[in-house]
Nanobody, 124 residues
Framework: QVQLVESGGGLVPAGGSLRLSCTAS????????VGWFRQAPGNEREFVAA????????YYADSVKGRFTISRDNAKNTVYLQMNSLKPEDTAVYYC?????????????????WGQGTRVTVSS
């Protein structure tokens, strides 16, 4: 079992940057693949990025590739999402999620642990 807590959201102007953090409880954090998802009002939850257990492999949605970077520090039980060149369409609640079955997944229903979300608002 793992509990996830996101932080780092806020209001930022277009072109700005934010770094989100996802901190996990438990001593087996390195056993989990971690993903970031986001959900804007009226939209379905969508995949943003994922990182392998060791951090050696990363995956991104096309919409954020080249602007967002996912990383992890297993010693700190934390996964980060560095978001640069933010656009108004990046406005959403961002969730981190963890799963221990698949080596990689961009499907929300394959993740069984979720945080409460952190809101990101990008003003134009």
């Amino acid at each position: 079992q793992v509990q996830l807590v996101e932080s780092g959201g806020g209001l930022v102007p277009a072109g700005g940057s934010l770094r989100l953090s996802c901190t996990a409880s438990g001593r087996t954090f390195s056993s989990y693949v971690v993903g970031w998802f986001r959900q804007a009002p009226g939209n379905e939850r969508e995949f943003v990025a994922a990182i392998s257990r060791s951090g050696g492999s990363t995956y991104y949605a096309d919409s954020v590739k080249g602007r967002f970077t996912i990383s992890r520090d297993n010693a700190k039980n934390t996964v980060y999402l560095q978001m640069n060149s933010l656009k108004p369409e990046d406005t959403a609640v961002y969730y981190c999620a963890a799963q221990a079955i698949y080596s990689y997944s961009k499907l929300a229903n394959e993740y069984n642990y979720w945080g409460q979300g952190t809101r990101v608002t990008v003003s134009s």
